[in-house]
């Protein structure tokens, strides 16, 4: 394998000119600079981490931290990190922080601590007090996707919104008996459901249905919707005629258990959730767009700018989820056409 030695011979300059034109510190004239990337690539050199660290002060690393890996929002989010740092040439160390578990404590009390990145990310995290504070006192720039900012910048959607939105648009079509399934105050998700559960409360309040408004807690899994909502539909006197789920997940889920217990969706039942989770169009869900990759991609942009300029204050990016209509929706049954609150972006289909 070719060394800086050899790429140096090729381009006829010095080691220590190669160097530079390689690792972009100090300065190498543009020729000079073309010359020796046009020889590197030639030998097909590639400069060692080590080398770049030890003349930028870089690890040209960035850690991702995230309670789950396999989940869809999780992977999502992680690919759209991973295509970001890949197109910079910089490396990612991920750290499986599960809640719960011994490995979690011994992320938070080692291998964070040996600070083996530039920045980190962290995807859902929502952090005890105790893990907060050493996330602080790691002293790296930190980007939080979802979760608790805590002084840090944030990548997030408008739960708020989508959830008022979603909720706007059962109501357009007539609905009246809404419920609302989501997580429970001390789950993994608390904070994003406590702000769909206030957008879907306010959008109640706002149409004159305080009284109508019906919280039905569930674990954020498709399995947790669907136990949820055999509860919630199994007497018909009390059913709702829609739903408005805290995620994809328990749509989906909620959707199953009706479907189990005879009850057409939408006919009977309307159901909307927030995320287009990748099995939603095989469900004809109606639901707000999200686009975690993006996310990610943009978590590591303002990561990025924190890493190049340590004085940038925190911000928070709150990005506008986009309603999808398909045929999960419908006015109650027995009822007439209704209007439309808000409409999909691109070919997504209506109600049926």
């Not at 050899?6 to 190669?18: D, H, P």
């Not at 291998?111 to 929502?126: I, M, Q, S």
């Not at 959707?255 to 217990?261: D, E, W, Y």
Request: proline share 4%; aromatic share 6%.
């Amino acid at each position: 394998m070719s060394g800086i030695a050899e790429v140096a011979r090729l381009a006829g300059v010095s080691k220590s000119t190669a160097s530079r034109a390689l690792t972009g510190t100090g300065y190498v004239s543009e020729s000079t600079r073309l010359r020796v990337i046009e020889a590197a690539d030639s030998l097909r050199y590639v400069a060692s981490t080590s080398a770049v660290s030890l003349a930028t002060g870089r690890t040209q690393n960035i850690g991702v931290l995230m309670p789950y890996v396999t989940r869809w929002f999780f992977a999502e989010v992680l690919e759209g990190i991973q295509d970001a740092l890949l197109a910079r040439d910089l490396d990612l160390t991920l750290y499986d922080a599960r809640h719960g578990t011994e490995g979690r404590h011994r992320i938070f009390e080692q291998f964070l601590a040996r600070k083996r990145f530039d920045g980190l990310v962290a995807v859902g995290l929502e952090p005890g007090d105790d893990e907060l504070e050493r996330l602080v006192a790691l002293n790296r720039p930190m980007v939080s996707v979802v979760g608790a900012g805590d002084g840090t910048s944030v990548i997030e959607i408008d739960d708020d919104d989508a959830a008022r939105r979603a909720t706007d648009h059962l109501i357009a079509l007539g609905h009246r008996h809404i419920a609302f399934v989501g997580g429970t105050a001390d789950g993994h998700w608390a904070q994003v459901d406590r702000r769909r559960w206030a957008g879907y409360r306010g959008s109640m309040s706002d149409a004159g249905l305080s009284a109508e408004t019906l919280h039905v807690p569930s674990d954020v899994s498709l399995p947790g919707g669907y136990a949820a909502a055999v509860d919630l539909l199994g007497d018909a006197r009390t059913r709702p005629t829609a739903v408005v789920a805290t995620c994809d997940e328990v749509a989906i889920g909620t959707m199953i258990a009706a479907r189990r217990l005879g009850i057409r969706v939408p006919t009977d039942l309307s159901v909307v959730g927030i995320d287009d989770h990748e099995y939603a169009e095989m469900f004809g869900l109606t639901t707000l767009e999200q686009v975690p990759r993006e996310q990610g991609a943009t978590a590591v942009d303002l990561l990025l700018r924190h890493i190049d300029d340590p004085e940038l204050p925190p911000s928070v990016v709150r990005l506008h989820a986009r309603l999808i209509m398909r045929t999960s929706t419908a006015p109650p049954s027995g009822t007439g056409s209704a209007t439309f609150l808000d409409s999909p972006m691109g070919d997504t289909g209506m109600p049926a």
